[in-house]
């Protein structure tokens, strides 16, 4: 793991593979997560797993020997950033249907996807003449940041690509280059590609994240999105630039702030000036809202910990096995 100053890690991972029984494993996910003082967003699926989490160098060491111990996560590949404290203030895994709500659950990308590209490999082949660069997030992720001469689709969701696909049938013919933050949503979106007839897709592997740390993140323009407390981290350290906006006033922001109103709560580009001169809130209505939240610069409305029960949803008999197991591991958490 690497050297650095700050004091935590943050990991950010996915492993496409079948899961026998994974509302089981769930619950003995969630318990080694508790026993190690590791916290963050973990999904548990019939096809596989995603997680970002945080935690001390020590503790985060043993959950990648713990997935990796595993012979179906054994590939499993971890982008590890650093950071000052936890970048969660809870541990949550649960179970859904799928590891990244795509609507296309046919998709098994252990069986077709397109070909991976390494961040190096990624830069060398991004201006080609014969090469599109497809940017397949949400619309309030590639506002944010995003390559330079990517093409960006109007998504609220995910789940909304495929129905995209459609306008991009021009590129049938072109070497198509796809990329998301950490690698996950290329892996279905690039075999939706191939089975709609485009013929030479490829993915960046590992992610925006990655080609920041590998590669010095160059033409990506902005910053990006990612889904923990740090809401928005720098991946450009050779020709950086700004290109969102901010909401109000339309002045170059790359300053992500939650509206103040937690009945709005929308996630924008808002500038240090117009945070204080609107409190807070997306618009002047926001900013009258009755329950409108205390502003306090930061724009950031951590939910605490306070009264949370990691074991709540748990079976109460396999929680208390477990706690009893593992209490050694668990005595400096």
């Known amino acids: 793991m690497e050297k650095t100053n700050k ?4 990991l950010l991972y996915y492993c496409y593979a079948d899961i026998y029984k994974p509302e089981e ?3 003995e996910h969630h318990l080694f997560c508790v ?3 590791i ?3 973990i999904i548990i699926s019939d096809e596989g797993l995603n997680g970002t989490v945080s935690g001390l160098p020590s503790d985060c060491e043993k959950y990648i020997a713990y997935i990796q111990a595993d ?4 590939k499993t590949e971890f982008k590890i950033d650093s950071h000052e404290t936890h970048a969660f203030a809870k541990i949550h895994v649960r179970y859904k249907p799928e590891i990244v709500h795509s609507s296309l659950r ?3 990308p252990n069986v077709k996807t397109g070909k991976y590209l390494e961040p190096k490999e ?5 201006d080609q003449e014969d090469v599109v660069i497809l940017d397949v997030r949400s619309k309030y992720e590639h506002e944010l940041g995003r390559f330079k001469n990517a093409i960006t689709l109007d998504i609220d969701n995910f789940r909304d690509f495929s129905e995209k696909v459609k306008e991009l049938t021009p590129l049938k013919n072109k070497k198509v280059l796809t990329y998301c933050t950490g690698g996950i949503k290329c892996e279905k979106a690039s075999a939706f590609l191939l089975e709609q007839g485009f013929e030479d897709v490829y993915q960046l592997h590992g992610g925006i994240i990655k080609y920041g740390m590998v590669a010095g993140g160059e033409d990506f323009e902005g910053k990006c999105y990612v889904f923990d407390n740090r809401i928005a981290v720098e991946v450009n350290t050779v020709n950086p630039s700004i290109v969102s906006s901010c909401h109000i006033c339309g002045t170059a922001s790359d300053r992500m702030v939650n509206c103040a109103n937690p009945s709005c709560n929308d996630h924008l580009a808002i500038c240090e000036a117009c945070g204080w001169k609107l409190q807070g809130a997306c618009s002047t209505e926001c900013q009258e809202h009755p329950k409108k939240r205390h502003y306090d610069g930061s724009g950031a409305y951590q939910k605490t910990s306070n009264g949370y029960n990691p074991f709540l949803s748990l079976h109460r008999s396999l929680s208390k096995e477990w706690a009893k197991k593992n209490s050694g591991d668990a005595s400096n958490s």
């Open 122 to 126: 990624f830069k060398k082949m991004k």
């Open 106 to 108: 046919h998709l098994n």
């Open 39 to 41: 916290r963050g967003r």
């Open 25 to 27: 494993y769930r619950e």
């Open 7 to 10: 004091p935590y890690r943050i």
């Open 35 to 37: 026993a190690n003082n």
């Open 71 to 74: 012979l179906r996560f054994v």
